[in-house]
């Protein structure tokens, strides 16, 4: 429930900030500030909405993460950086299950949807713009999704992997 909400409220953010940067030459302020603005909202709904017990410090934390992921990423396309910052953003605010390694398979699938989003971008712009709106959380989500199968896995087998 959590990862839908917050997509939701992240493509109100996302998308003014593609299109930002898609006119011309120029960046449009206006756009950009909207988007900034509403960045912590997602934020704040992942973590609030998981029932996260450190949900106000983790807000801060993927805000920061947010601003340096996206700034860093978006050197090479601001929509990219964008989609990495609310991936890397959401995988610290969502709160973790209890399984062993989920920060690992969180990370690795936002690398994974960084990449994704990067061909995308390059091969079929449209495609990679509305991919980088709707996958960094949902990504966050497979990850969990991801560890949990893995762990299931291993106790059936007798352990947990190093």
């Known amino acids: ?4 909400v917050a997509t939701v409220a992240m ?3 996302y998308f003014p900030y593609a299109a930002a940067f898609a006119g011309s030459d120029d960046m449009d ?7 900034l603005a509403l960045a912590p909202l997602v934020f ?6 998981s029932r996260n017990p450190k949900a106000p410090r983790r807000v801060l934390e993927a805000m920061v993460i947010l ?5 860093t990423v978006g050197l090479f396309a601001p929509v990219l950086g964008a989609a990495a910052g609310f991936g890397a953003g959401g995988a610290i605010c969502l709160l973790p299950p209890d399984v062993p390694n989920v920060a ?14 990067l061909i995308l971008l ?3 712009t449209p495609a990679g713009v509305f991919s980088g709106g709707l996958l960094p959380l949902m990504m966050v989500g497979f990850g969990d999704e991801y560890a949990a199968w893995s762990a299931r896995r291993s106790q059936a087998a007798g352990g947990y992997p190093a």
């Open 44 to 49: 704040v709904l992942l973590a609030f909405i």
């Open 29 to 35: 302020g206006g756009l950009a500030a909207i988007a």
């Open 104 to 117: 690992r398979w969180r990370i690795s699938a936002v690398v994974l949807m960084t990449f994704y989003t």
């Open 1 to 4: 429930m959590a990862i839908t």
């Open 67 to 71: 601003l340096g992921v996206g700034f």
């Open 11 to 13: 493509m109100f953010s």
């Open 122 to 124: 390059l091969f079929a």
